[in-house]
């Protein structure tokens, strides 16, 4: 069983901030990159945010500048900080590793 959970979904105003969390097992926070996905209503999976073991970020164009994501070792999480939220970024947001996927989170953007 992949052990990707993630938290801190939740809905948000335009403009504000939200942080989600992925905890992870330690060999797969160790040694794999994770990312950040998220599906869009009527649209597909799509990659968001990812780093890699010694801290490589990438990032979409569109959240680029606004999502950030960083990595506890003391927590064996991965976060993303997510500021400025536009209602765009409302989606279920996924945490993914070589070894699999989480269960998802929603996060909801509306005034």
């Known amino acids: 069983q992949v052990q990707l959970v993630e938290s801190g979904g939740g809905l948000a105003q335009p403009g504000e901030s939200l942080r989600l969390s992925c905890t992870t097992s330690?060999?797969?926070?160790?040694?794999?990159?994770i990312s950040w996905y998220r599906q869009r209503p009527g649209k597909e999976r799509e990659p968001v945010a990812s780093?890699?073991?010694?801290?490589?970020?990438n990032y979409t164009d569109s959240v680029n500048g606004r999502f950030f994501i960083d990595r506890d070792s003391a927590r064996n999480q991965v976060n993303l900080l997510m500021t400025n939220l536009k209602p765009e970024d409302t989606a279920v947001y996924y945490c993914?590793?070589?070894?699999?996927w989480g269960q998802g989170t929603q996060v909801t953007v509306s005034s």
């Open positions: 330690v060999l797969i926070f160790r040694y794999e990159t």
């Open positions: 993914k590793a070589w070894s699999g």
């Open positions: 780093i890699d073991v010694i801290g490589t970020r």
